[in-house]
């Protein structure tokens, strides 16, 4: 499956953002999606996972509230809407999918990975 991810930006704080992820090439609801992010320096860390269904989704503990997973199995996409965007959320957010598990959390667990979208929150 490819996935192409967008609608990230350069923004300040407190505002909100929603990236999209469009996939292509296999049955899309065959998959459990997932968001990760990445900063400069840093290891790739999970940012939420909703399955194939998009009745369970997991989020990391510190987005909780902030973020908000979501997909359109008609539309092929899934959504990360995210809100009081801080600085430290400044990171390029990848998409990704795997046919295996419920909502997995970690990298390893995923087959496929878009081409990342930057999101900067300036301060």
């Known amino acids: 499956v490819q996935l192409q991810a967008s609608g990230g930006g350069l923004v300040q704080a407190g505002d909100s953002l929603r990236l999209s992820c469009v996939a292509s090439?296999?049955?899309?609801?065959?998959?459990?999606m997932g968001w990760f992010r990445q900063d400069s320096g840093k290891e790739r860390e999970f940012v939420a996972a909703?399955?194939?269904?998009?009745?369970?989704?997991s989020y990391a503990d510190s987005l909780k509230g902030r973020f908000t997973i979501s997909r359109a199995n008609a539309e092929n996409t899934v959504y990360l809407q995210m809100i009081s965007l801080k600085p430290e959320d400044t990171a390029v957010y990848y998409c990704a999918a795997t046919n295996t598990g419920v909502v997995p959390t970690t990298t390893r667990e995923y087959d496929f990975w878009g081409q990342g979208t930057q999101v900067t929150v300036s301060s």
């Open positions: 090439g296999r049955t899309f609801n065959n998959y459990v």
């Open positions: 909703i399955s194939r269904s998009g009745g369970t989704k």
